[in-house]
Nanobody, 124 residues
């Protein structure tokens, strides 16, 4: 089992940048596929980015491709989401998630462990 704690959210102007962090507990962090999801008010939770156990394979939603970068440091039990060129439509609560199955997964139901979320607000 793994516990996840996100940080780094905040208020930023459109065009700005933020870096989210997700710290994981446990000594088996390196075996988990990690994902970032987001949920805006009145909308369903959506996949943003994912990274496999080694960091050698990543995936992004079309809406963030080219602007966001997911990475991980297994020595620090941490996954990051670098967000550049932020837009007002990126405003949401961002969640870190994890699972330890082989299949990749872009649906919330594919992930077993979740953080509490961190608010990102982009002002236009």
């Amino acid at each position: 089992q793994v516990q996840l704690v996100e940080s780094g959210g905040g208020l930023v102007q459109a065009g700005g940048s933020l870096r989210l962090s997700c710290a994981a507990s446990g000594r088996t962090f390196g075996r988990y596929t990690m994902g970032w999801f987001r949920q805006a008010p009145g909308k369903e939770r959506e996949f943003v980015a994912g990274i496999n156990w080694s960091g050698g394979c990543t995936s992004y939603s079309d809406s963030v491709k080219g602007r966001f970068t997911i990475s991980r440091d297994n020595a620090k039990n941490t996954v990051y989401l670098q967000m550049n060129s932020l837009k007002a439509e990126d405003t949401a609560v961002y969640y870190c998630a994890a699972h330890d199955r082989v299949a990749w997964g872009v649906n919330p139901t594919d992930y077993d462990y979740w953080g509490q979320g961190t608010q990102v607000t982009v002002s236009s």
